[in-house]
């Protein structure tokens, strides 16, 4: 939004996508693109808040500017303006451009995916535990149990004793009567 605010607008409508870009089944995004018409100028902070995905980025501009009609100018990338260099020069080199920066934002998402599932390795690897702590049963739990078979204790009361869920308890039965 900041950014924005520095682009001399004419008539605004501003979508705000909050969802990260790695595909096009956003939302907000796919409401924007719904609602844009031939003519319209869309402004995009950069070219990885478009996606990041190299042939879906390509695929996606193209229905931009030539099925829809409608000019992009990216704010951090003045070259990937279509506004200017209509010819065959200025599309040739806002091609090779977009080509180029499509690449850096699949090739940097790759990247944080492989740092990511290396960091979660590594941290397992030295007894990191994910999620949430384990909610192990009370020491009377096989008595509650058999109280809860015979009718004795309703399901509400059962719960209650041993905190925790009906999720939970049904999860630890199950391991019980595993073992």
């Not at 605004?12 to 609602?35: C, N």
């Not at 829809?68 to 080199?93: E, Q, S, W």
């Not at 806002?94 to 590594?122: C, M, P, T, W, Y």
């Amino acid at each position: 939004m900041v950014a924005m605010g520095q682009v001399p607008l004419v008539s605004t409508k501003i979508y705000v996508d909050k969802q990260s870009g790695k595909d096009f089944e956003r939302p907000a995004y796919r409401e924007l693109v719904r609602r844009l018409r031939q003519g319209d100028l869309l402004y995009i902070q950069s070219i990885d808040r478009l996606g990041r995905n190299y042939e879906e980025i390509q695929k996606e501009w193209r229905i931009l500017t030539k099925e829809k009609g409608i000019d992009i100018a990216v704010l951090d990338m003045p070259l990937l303006d279509t506004r200017n260099g209509k010819d065959l020069m200025g599309t040739f080199i806002a091609d090779l451009v977009l080509q180029i920066l499509s690449f850096v934002a699949q090739s940097e998402r790759e990247n944080i995916h492989k740092r990511q599932a290396e960091g979660i390795a590594a941290a397992k690897a030295k007894g990191v535990r994910f999620g949430r702590p384990t909610k192990d049963a009370p020491e009377n739990f096989a008595v509650l149990v058999r109280r809860w078979e015979k009718k004795e204790l309703p399901m509400a009361e059962l719960l209650r004793a041993c905190s925790m869920s009906e999720a939970t308890f049904y999860r630890r039965l199950r391991e019980r009567r595993v073992k």
